[in-house]
């Protein structure tokens, strides 16, 4: 898949641990608390086929004030592989009304 050209499985082990078993370096960097703290509009996209479910997602999208989630009911955890021209129509119309709402960012 083109999105993990170079992709460096050494530095993501470095920081995460392995796949399922996070043991690195982040394991314990935590910041759900701090989400109520973001003041920029944020796009959250979930597959409806993900580990993450949306009992997971939903929980941390409602901390953050200007948060617009999406499901992507035919994808798992890459929508941007799995519906990419929804994606790409999601992320748009994301982009323009955040530019809209504030040309200055």
């Known amino acids: 898949m083109r999105s993990f050209t170079g ?7 470095t920081m995460w641990g392995t796949e399922w078993n996070i043991t690195g370096n982040l394991k314990d960097w935590v910041v ?5 703290e973001l ?6 996209a979930s597959g409806r086929h993900d580990v993450t479910t949306p ?9 953050i004030r200007n ?3 999406v499901i992507f009911e035919q994808s798992a955890h890459l929508a941007s592989a ?13 982009l323009s009304r ?8």
């Open 7 to 13: 992709w460096r499985q050494d530095v993501y082990e």
């Open 32 to 36: 759900t608390a701090r989400l109520g």
């Open 39 to 44: 003041e920029l509009p944020v796009l959250i």
């Open 55 to 63: 009992a997971v997602v939903r929980p941390l999208a409602d901390r």
């Open 67 to 69: 948060a617009e989630w």
């Open 82 to 94: 799995e519906e990419p021209e929804r994606f790409h129509q999601v992320l748009e119309a994301f």
């Open 98 to 105: 955040v530019e809209a709402a504030d040309p200055g960012l």
